[in-house]
């Protein structure tokens, strides 16, 4: 009787592998969340450099403070909340000015085929223009809502405010959105990812 392939440790079991600075478990949770991460912080920092430096300075974040991780949410959210913090940190000291990204440059950050949201790329560049008119708190709701498919509740232990301050921010960003580029905002993908949040 074989006995198969071993099972993937949970992310739980690999932050508690990395509190005890183990490097082999670190390696597997970036692998495993830069991705995931760089897709998220792409939006809030606008471009591809910023993310990949927000990326770096979040693994060195839960690889020092793994220990500190208390289980009451998720691994995933625990580091998203690390990265929303990171992303305003380093959007707030570049002043926060808007910068076009071409699509073929930013083609390895946008959503993955397993990931819940938008697909279209002709959408996703309208998406990704729009967006740069947004606040970056404005910016990691729409994110974590359409593209990462995140419910409000888990938002807002992210981002770290009330279900309501979420809902506020998504008002606000589905307003300019829709005022700035009506055919986007009357999307279908994009009506399905707030309305179902």
Same mark, same amino acid.
Request: proline fraction near 4%.
């Given at each position: 009787?074989?006995?198969?392939?071993?099972?993937?440790?949970?992310?739980?079991?690999?932050?508690?592998?990395?509190?005890?600075?183990?490097?082999?478990?670190?390696?597997?949770?970036?692998?495993? *969340?830069?991705?995931?991460?760089?897709?998220?912080?792409?939006?809030?920092?606008?471009?591809?450099?910023?993310?990949?430096?927000?990326?770096?300075?979040?693994?060195?974040?839960?690889?020092?403070?793994?220990?500190?991780?208390? +289980?009451?949410?998720?691994?995933?959210?625990?580091?998203?909340?690390?990265? *929303?913090?990171?992303?305003?940190?380093?959007? +707030?000291?570049? +002043?926060? /000015?808007?910068?076009?990204?071409?699509?073929?440059?930013?083609?390895?950050?946008?959503?993955?085929?397993?990931?819940?949201?938008?697909?279209?790329?002709?959408?996703?560049?309208?998406?990704?223009?729009?967006?740069?008119?947004?606040?970056?708190?404005?910016?990691?709701?729409? /994110?974590?809502?359409?593209?990462?498919?995140?419910? *409000?509740? /888990?938002?807002?232990?992210?981002? +770290?405010?009330?279900?309501?301050?979420?809902?506020?921010?998504?008002?606000?960003?589905?307003?300019?959105?829709?005022?700035?580029?009506? /055919?986007?905002?009357?999307?279908?993908?994009?009506?399905?990812?707030?309305?179902?949040?």
């Amino acid at each position: 009787m074989s006995q198969g392939r071993p099972k993937d440790p949970s992310d739980e079991e690999l932050i508690r592998s990395v509190a005890q600075g183990d490097k082999q478990a670190f390696g597997v949770l970036y692998g495993r *969340y830069a991705d995931y991460v760089s897709r998220f912080v792409y939006r809030i920092a606008r471009g591809a450099e910023n993310a990949e430096e927000i990326v770096n300075d979040v693994m060195m974040v839960v690889w020092q403070k793994a220990g500190t991780f208390n +289980g009451t949410s998720k691994v995933s959210t625990w580091i998203l909340g690390i990265a *929303y913090n990171k992303g305003l940190k380093l959007a +707030g000291a570049r +002043g926060g /000015e808007a910068q076009h990204i071409d699509l073929d440059e930013a083609e390895p950050f946008l959503p993955c085929e397993h990931c819940a949201g938008l697909r279209d790329y002709e959408l996703q560049e309208w998406l990704d223009r729009a967006l740069e008119l947004l606040s970056p708190e404005q910016r990691a709701v729409m /994110e974590l809502t359409c593209v990462q498919g995140l419910g *409000y509740e /888990e938002i807002g232990e992210i981002l +770290g405010c009330p279900q309501n301050t979420v809902k506020t921010r998504m008002f606000h960003a589905r307003r300019k959105l829709k005022s700035l580029f009506p /055919e986007l905002a009357e999307s279908r993908s994009l009506s399905e990812c707030v309305s179902t949040a």
